[in-house]
């Protein structure tokens, strides 16, 4: 436990950078999902859940706007208004006020 501690002060005081993990996991239908955050294409929120649109599907969360938001950041993601973030990479373009995306699933 003492060198646990010592590892963990040294760590904390000498600002390391901790890595971000390249997924996070959704409450969905009961079930714990993993989902790549490369996979996401667009998350909406929706009154108590979220819509996740990824490559591989939808899935409809009972986590929070701020749970995702945390792993959904620039510069691979853009919040657009108060419940929706956009993957720049699924952009095709702008029309007015309104973000025209591509979805695509894999099947």
């Given at each position: 436990?003492?060198?646990?501690?010592?590892?963990?002060?040294?760590?904390t005081t000498?600002n390391?950078?901790?890595?971000?993990?390249?997924?996070?996991?959704i409450?969905?239908?009961k079930k714990?999902?993993?989902?790549?955050i490369k996979?996401?294409?667009?998350?909406?929120?929706?009154?108590?859940?979220?819509?996740?649109?990824?490559i591989?599907?939808?899935?409809l969360?009972?986590?929070?706007?701020?749970?995702i938001e945390?792993?959904?950041t620039e510069p691979?993601f853009?919040?657009v208004n108060?419940?929706h973030?956009i993957?720049?990479?699924s952009?095709?373009?702008?029309?007015g006020?309104?973000?025209r995306?591509?979805i695509?699933?894999?099947?």
């Amino acid at each position: 436990y003492e060198i646990f501690l010592t590892t963990i002060i040294r760590l904390t005081t000498n600002n390391i950078p901790v890595p971000k993990p390249d997924y996070f996991f959704i409450s969905s239908d009961k079930k714990i999902i993993k989902i790549n955050i490369k996979d996401v294409i667009h998350v909406m929120g929706q009154q108590n859940f979220l819509g996740i649109t990824c490559i591989n599907g939808y899935y409809l969360s009972t986590n929070t706007f701020k749970e995702i938001e945390e792993y959904l950041t620039e510069p691979n993601f853009i919040r657009v208004n108060k419940s929706h973030i956009i993957a720049f990479s699924s952009i095709l373009c702008l029309e007015g006020n309104d973000v025209r995306i591509l979805i695509e699933f894999k099947g």
